[in-house]
Every structure is written in structure tokens, then in C-alpha cells.
């Protein structure tokens, strides 16, 4: 199995550049200044979520509230901010509610033994609403002037890459130590191939499930701040759009499995280049909403019954090839 | 007589290495055969390409003389070939009569129906199962019932064992055997594997030896005797090495390092006592539901607390009473399991992967630097001290055979340097060369302070092993002896009444 994994990354990145030729050469529009930076900035803030999405899928987890609490804490710091809050100290508050939601869903998970799929996709609606509720009024919140490092993080240079780019790669690379060369990262694989040899070997399993949502949930404030620095403000509409299942699909199609411990940054890497290639070019062929969405469910439908034949979840099935002892 | 099945030149290899080479092998209507050979020597393999699993690399297989292929599993069964595994592929939520007929349905079927007819089908077969049970339920000799059943609904020609026997109790290998010998009467061929020669002598018409991926040598039972087919298998003599009478010198007992009180969990362990001491090997014996392994579960965190209702632990003369299995091992307790498909090993990882992840587990700092150079000097230092063995260093824990993946799974708990090592049944599916190596390995370690905790069903083993022997009965220790003046008879008596 080893080598249909090694390829299925190759296979997307494969995609991924074959889209965007083929994109680059249909349509004129696809390669001027103006859609890269669009295309690029999407992908940084889709491959920001997708690499907080990949590490708790890999523990055998996933986090749908993850868009909500990008947008909720964004909303809450700019609204703060616009009433006169010093910008980092509203910035302090967002981190704090990030790590609050965080800690809420790995709790419920761990502990109270609730499925993580219900348990953030539940999250996320609680979450919207209290933030509607008492965190702030109006659907669109403007970012604050005059704070440098936040315009620079929107719209500067570094060493040419755009910011968001920029800060995509640092934190993929953070990411991929982490999973790759700490205790934690290693924790993680054990806790997502096989939660009852990792508990007995003596990993400890619930805090380390808390962990990864608190992680997962910090992502998700930071993609919220690249957003809301490259675009100038954070809309409610984002939460009401389908996102979730952007960043999913970057995960899934990217060959992390939905049934843990396989998959790395690598990845949330490719999945993150053919996703954002597709939803531009889609944009920019001037296809309709519903469609591109008609097409995305279809292609994270494919994804899954790719990955559910390849690495199936179900011991049962599994015993079927790997029958003996 | 044309052969049922025929193999002729078939060989299967993974990534470029061999599991099995060039093998000629034949299954006769009606007779019993069985499979030995190391660990690793392809036995699995070479049952997996009988059975549709794997495809042949190359070779052909004639099916009643006739060239065939077999694609999968169930065409296979369309064959008339089915195989059980070891670990089985019944599904576990569903009763034993859904799981009879699964995959043959009707789309609305009647329950209750279904039910009556599963009870008439399985008193024919003279299976006492309730029909109506969830499998989860069933012990091990049970559930193999309830595969057999299956396979002889789908009229099966040719039923291959994996390891049959490991897993089943002495009373349930007996019915196994009269139950083979009840079928090869009704004309059906049976295939089994097992690391138990006797039982290979016992039951088969036929005995193929396999060695390196090779057939060594297939002839009548009859033909055989121990000193041969170890011959065969490992190619030099082993005799007097395994379970030899030769007197041991008990080795005296150490510190007491655990203490367990008035131990109790629901029914199955109650109001249990015992101590263990440092540099000696306790052997645990008792029939299969006397809460042997639960009992050392609770002393190691593995159970939950939910479950424990009393009593008090010591270990190193401290109360401890542990939640999870965590502080258990960071203490130095550690538990190896008995189920190493379920709660041993982790699959996608390599052996270097798993055995870092023992030595990693140990640790507190989350952030600590690892290399995965960390891991391949352990898995280098381990391969070699228990002689694992592996197509290419790369190879997943899931792609190793049976016994290999035990000595990974052991490897992982003792980089953790425990100082009370807790083996649940640490030769089960291993071969007899390498359950000398383990005994010798687990001497080692009582000689080297540590005390050692092995549970096993296998009386010899027991005997051969420990240095002191506690008897387990109904969830509680009853008899605790040394060595010295343990005899079989004496053991078995104390198990029993
Ligand atoms: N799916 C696989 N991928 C890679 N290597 C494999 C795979 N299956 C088996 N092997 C290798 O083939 C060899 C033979 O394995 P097999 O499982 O047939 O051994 P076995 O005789 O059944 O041993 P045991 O007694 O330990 O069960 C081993 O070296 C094993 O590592
Ligand atoms: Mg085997």
C-alpha cells in the first residue's frame, strides 16, 4: 500500500499543474497579475486551515467548527478594535477565545466521549450564534488603520512572495517539524493509527486530543488574521459559505485519510494547490455558485470512496487482505 | 485421485522480495493437511494465494485439474475454497445467524425466521451456538464455529485455518479437532497452520514443511516424528531446548515490588491477593475466563477505573492506583497484550516507527526534538536481540508475518525499561525456534532484576518458565507455589476445582 500513497500525492500535484496549464491557456484571464494575487491569497488562507485540518485528521479526528471560530474571534478582535480596544489587546482577547473553543470541543471529545464529528459541527452553530449574539453586531467588520505589521501582512513583499504565501509556508514548515520530528508529532500518528496500542504504550491519549483541537482551533484564528489582512475586514459571510468543505477537500484530496495516521504536510501541500487552482478557475469560467458547488461535493464525494477503498476504516474490511496473524 | 487444488512453480513476491518461491503444492479431496515453518516462512502467504487473496507473481493453479485463477476471497468461495482467519472476519455487531447468511440476504428478511433457520442449519452441523447472540459475545472457539458454519453454507470444498488453535482453549482445540475430523468424513479437505507440532502430528493425513518461502519436504504424518519436522523447519536440531525436564535451579525470590489486596472488578476478578518480586519470572496460570488478564489490565492502568471496584494496589510499596495506562508506565509497569492486532502495534508505522513510539511514550517534554535516526538505531539494536524478520527495513508492522509482529510489540514495551513487565501469552502464533529465544530472553531479563509477569494457557510453558506459579480460578488467585514443587497434575488440579 505504501506505493499507492507515495503516488497519490504525485498524481495531484500532477493534476494540479495540468489545471493550471490548461487553465493558463483557455482562459485569458487566468494569468494576469490581478488573479494570481486573488489566487494565491485564496490558497494561502484555504492551505492555512487545511494544515490545522490535516494534523486532527491525522489524529483520527476532524474540526468543522473551524471556520466559524476564524471567523468569530477575527470579528470579535476587529469590532473591539473599532471601538477603541488597543488592536493587540483585542488581539490577546481573539487568541483566548480560540484557545476557549479549542479546549471546549477536545474536552467534549476526549472526555465525554462524544464523536468529533458531531461535537464541532455543533460547535461551530454554537459558536456563530453566542458571537452574533454578544461579541459583535454588524456582518461585515473593517480592520483598523495604522497598525503596519497588519497592512504589511496583507500586502507586503517577502523576498517577493506575497505575506500570505509567506506565512502559509513558515507555518506549513512549522507544522511539518512538528508532526515529523517532535514527541507530539509522533503522539499524533500513534493516537490516529491505533487509539487503544497508543493508550496502552502509555501516550496520553485525552490531553493529547484536546491538544490538537486547541491547535487546530489557533490555526483557524490565524488564517482569520491573514484573511482579514489581505482583504481589510471579516465578513459573516464567510461562516454562511462553504468553506468548511474547501478546506475538507484540500485534506482529503491532498491523501490524508479520513481513517488516521496517514498523511503528512506534503499533503495538505497538493491538495491545497489543485483545490485553489479549481475554485479560481471556476471563478474566473464564470461558472455559477451552484454549480462550483455541484462539482466540489462531487469531487469530495469521489475523494472519500478513493480513500475509504485504499485505507479502509472498517476493521472488518481491512481483515479481508490482511486476514491472518 | 485428481487433486482439489494444485500448485505448480506458483511464487509471490512483495516488492521484489520473495514470500513465497517457486512452490509445488497439492490438497487432496477429503484429507487434512497441515502447514509449519518458521515464522515468516510463508505459510500465511502461500494459504492467501490458495485462498484468492493474493495473486501468484508467477507459477499456475489448477483447480480439479483444470487451470484457474482466482481473482478474490469470494470467488474463491465460488471455488468452494474458503479460508478463516485468524483474527476473524465475522462482523461483530450482528448475530451469529446474520453473519451465517451474510451476503445472501434477501433484501427483507424475517429475523425470527432467519433465527429458526440458523438453529435447525447449526444443530446439523452438532454446533451448540445460540443463533440469535451477538458474535462480540463469543469466545474465541465459538466464533470459529460460526466461520466453519459460514464456510460449509457456501459449500465449501477446502476450509483453510490460520492458526486455529492459537486463540482456543484445550477443551476447545478438542472439539476443533473432532470437528475436523467430522468434516474430512463428509469429504471436505481441510488446510490448517500451526506452531504446535504435536497438533500437526495429532490430526493431519499430510504435513508440508515450508522454510525461507520454500516447500521443504510434504509427506504422510506418519513419516514424521518432532525431531524431523524441526529438522525440516529450521534446519538443524533443536531437541532438549524447548520445555526440556532438565531440573532448573528456581531463581530466589527479589524485593516485593507489587502487592495486590482484596482486588475486585465485577465478576470477573474478586477479592484477589498476590504479591510479584523483582528478579524472578512469576508464571499466571488458569483456564481462559479465570480474569488473568484482566486482573494484571487493572495492576497495569489498562482498565478503566469505571470498572474498578476495590481493593488496593502496592508496587514498590507505594498505594498506586492507576487511571490510564500512562503513569503505569512511567513507573514501570508495563503490560505487553495478549490482542496485538487490536491494542498492540501501530500499522502504517514501520518497526522502527513502533519500537521509538514505546521509547517516545516514556517521556513527558511534547515538544522534544526525534529523529527518525533515533528510531532506526532501536529498531537495529531490537531487530537483532529478538531476531525480527522483515522483507526490507521499510516494511509496515502490518506487513510483517504473525510472530514478527510479536517481537515488535515486545520490543515496544521493553525499550520502556519496565521494572514489572506483564507478558500476556508472549508466545502465541510464535514458532518453536523463536519461543526458545523469547524464554531465554525473558530469563535474561529476571537474571537482570526485572521483575517478569507471564500469563499463558500452556502448562509446559508455565512450568518451564517461571520461577514461582500463581493459579488463577474464577477471578481470583488460589494457589501459589514454587517451582520447585509444582507438578502438572498439581497445577491443573488447583486450576480446575
Ligand atoms: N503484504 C505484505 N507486504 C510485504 N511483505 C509481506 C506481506 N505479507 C507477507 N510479507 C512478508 O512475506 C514473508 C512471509 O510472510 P507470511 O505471513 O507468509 O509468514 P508466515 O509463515 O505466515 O509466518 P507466521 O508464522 O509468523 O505467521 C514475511 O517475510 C513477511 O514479512
Ligand atoms: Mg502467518
Known sequence: MGKVRLSQEGVVFALAVALFAVFAVLLNNFLTAGNLIALVRSVSILGILGLGMGLVVIGRGIDLAMIATMVVTLSWVLSMAQAGTPFDTALAYGFLLAVAIGLASGILIAYADIPAIFTTLAMGLVIYGSGRAFLFQIDVQNTPSGVAWFDFLGRGLLFGLPMPIAAFAVLAALIALMLMRTRFGRFVYAAGDNPLAARITGVPLRPLIVLQYVVSSLIAFLAGIVMAAAVSGMSTRVYNSTMIYDVLLVVVLGGISLSGGR??????????????????????LDITYTTQNLIKSLILLLAIMVDSFINPRDEQTSQQSQGDI | MTPLVQLRGVSKDFRGVMAISEVNFEIRPGEIHAILGENGAGKSTLMKVLAGVYQPSSGEMLLDGQPATLKSPSDALSHGIAMVFQETNLVPSMSVAQNIYLGDEKLFNRLRGLNIQAQRYLLSLNFYVDPTVQVSFLGAGKKQLVEIARAVHHNARLIIFDEPTATLTPEEKFHFFNLARRLKEEGMAIIFISHALEEALQLADRI??????????????????????VQAMVGRSLSGELYSDQARVPRPMGRKILSVENLSMGNTVRNTSFSVFAGQVTGLFGLVGAGRTET??????????????????????????????????????????????????????TIA???????????????????????????????????????????????????????VVLAKALVQKPKLVILDEPTRGVDVGTIVEIHNFINDLADSGMAVVVISSYLPEIIALSDRILVARQGRIVEEMDVAEATESRIMYAAVH
Open chain 1, 263 to 284: 498523511g503528512g504536510v506534503r499533503n495538505v501541500l497538493v491538495g491545497t494547490l489543485l483545490v485553489g487552482v479549481l475554485l479560481n478557475g471556476m471563478t474566473i
Open chain 2, 208 to 229: 508440508t514443511v515450508m522454510r525461507d518461502a520454500k516447500v521443504v519436504v510434504t509427506d504422510e504424518t506418519s513419516k514424521f516424528d518432532r525431531d524431523r519436522i
Open chain 2, 296 to 349: 494484571m489490565k487493572i495492576v497495569a492502568g489498562v482498565l478503566k477505573r469505571d470498572y474498578f471496584h476495590g481493593g488496593t494496589v502496592r508496587f514498590e510499596d507505594r498505594p498506586v492506583r492507576y487511571r490510564t495506562p500512562r503513569p503505569a508506565v512511567r513507573d514501570g509497569i508495563v503490560y505487553v497484550t495478549e490482542d496485538r492486532k487490536i491494542e498492540g502495534f501501530f500499522e502504517t508505522m
Open chain 2, 353 to 407: 516507527g513502533n519500537i521509538q513510539l514505546g521509547d517516545l511514550a516514556k517521556g513527558d517534554n511534547l515538544l522534544t526534538p526525534t529523529t527518525p535516526r533515533q528510531g532506526r538505531d532501536l529498531a537495529v539494536e531490537w531487530t537483532k536481540r529478538l531476531g525480527v524478520r522483515a522483507i526490507d527495513a521499510d516494511a509496515r508492522v502490518i506487513e510483517l508475518s504473525g510472530g514478527n509482529q510479536q517481537k
